[in-house]
Structure formats: structure tokens, C-alpha cells
């Protein structure tokens, strides 16, 4: 799916009064990657925009550690059943983790954005080591990863194997960097389109 096929409807002129029916319907839990999401990263601009977003908060933001980030998850998990995760970078490695480790049961679904190749061999990703090896796994929820063609953290083959592997929908987002600040990424409303296509995903689960 490129990213005109994923039917855009929201202006970087204002924030839309409906997100998608599952932005409306469940909680919503953001997974940040390492160091956290800033005051200026999208995550945190989604987390004032939805009235049902909460924030996955881990003990450690500079120096993960696997057990513990999932442990955190997991916690946010229960706390909110049903909810709807929105990862970033490292988070969507995690989100992998944790699915592997618990079954994924407990959430509606996942929205993965720049997924962090947590394997490969470039400066950026050498922090990301304690994560590897990636799970390649089928979720057992519904997903859809979001990457960029010019990502320092994750090639798009790599990203589009995650796709085949996790049974997720595939949007090519075009150059867009690692979709955060240092890429001109602030509030990020046009993703938010990206959950329709999920939601869309999510309610022909639940009708199957």
C-alpha cells in the first residue's frame, strides 16, 4: 500500500474532530522507542489530540532493557484492555516482544510506525542490540506498519518483511526520514489517518 492508498484525510491545518472508529472505540496506549517521545514528537502531540490516549511509560528510556520494557507493556496492557497500541521506532520492536512472549492477547490492534531494525549493522541501530533478534512471528492482532523509504534505523525491504512476517498491512510513506522531529515530523496529524485502514482491519477481524 503506498500512502495515497491510504486514503489521507486530515490537513497539517487542524487536528480532525474524528480520528477513525477506532480511535473512538478503544483506548489507546502510545509506545514510545528509546529515549522516550519528546514534548515535540508526534506521539506526545496524538497523546493531547485523543481525549482515550495514554502513554506506556518505562523505567529506563536511554538504556532499555527487553525484560523490563515488556514487563512495561505489558502492565499498560492490562491496565487498558482493548486497547489500540501506536508505536514508534523501537516501541514497534517491542510491541513484537511482547507478542511473542504473551500470545498478544489483550489488545484490538497495532499501528507500527518506523519500525527500528534492531539487527542491522549501522551506528544508529547498534544501541538497539538488546532487542535482537526481532520476532518474525504472525500477530495475533491486527496491525499495520508505516515506514519510510530513507530511514536510517530500518531499510523499506526490511520493513516490508516485517509486513509479510507480523500479517500486517504495508504503507509506504515515501521519503519521510524516521518520522520524528529530527525529520520534520511535529504534531503529525496526516497520520492519523493511518488508523481508518487499521480500524477498517480490526472491525473485519472482530466480524469473521
Known amino acids: 500500500m503506498t500512502l495515497a492508498d491510504a486514503a489521507w ?7 480532525p474532530t474524528r480520528v477513525s472508529s477506532a480511535g473512538d472505540q478503544a483506548p ?5 522507542g528509546i529515549n522516550g517521545s519528546g514534548p515535540d514528537h508526534w506521539h506526545t502531540h ?3 489530540t485523543l481525549p482515550n490516549a495514554q502513554r506506556v511509560e518505562q523505567f529506563e528510556w536511554a538504556h532499555p532493557r527487553l525484560a523490563d520494557w515488556v514487563a512495561g507493556l505489558a502492565e499498560a496492557v492490562r491496565r487498558q484492555p482493548g486497547a489500540l497500541l501506536v508505536a514508534h521506532s523501537l516501541g514497534c520492536a517491542l510491541v513484537a516482544h511482547w ?5 498478544g492477547r489483550g489488545v484490538a490492534g497495532a499501528l507500527l510506525v518506523a519500525p527500528a531494525d534492531v539487527e542491522c549493522d549501522s551506528p544508529p541501530c547498534r544501541k538497539l542490540s ?7 512471528a504472525p500477530l495475533a492482532f491486527p496491525s499495520l506498519i508505516a515506514a519510510s523509504r530513507n530511514d536510517p534505523y530500518v531499510s523499506l525491504s526490511r520493513a516490508e518483511g516485517f ?4 500479517g500486517s498491512i504495508f504503507v509506504d510513506v515515501g521519503a519521510q526520514g524516521h518520522i520524528n522531529v529530527a525529520s520534520g515530523h511535529g504534531p503529525w496529524l496526516q497520520g492519523l ?6 480500524s477498517a482491519r480490526i472491525t473485519q477481524r472482530r466480524a469473521s
Open 28 to 32: 489507546i496506549l502510545i509506545v514510545p
Open 46 to 48: 496524538w497523546q493531547r
Open 163 to 166: 509486513a509479510r512476517a507480523w
Open 130 to 136: 538488546e532487542f535482537a533478534p526481532m520476532p518474525m
Open 9 to 15: 484525510s486530515v490537513s497539517p491545518e487542524s487536528a
Open 193 to 198: 489517518s493511518l488508523l481508518d485502514p487499521l
Open 99 to 103: 507478542a511473542r512472549i504473551t500470545g
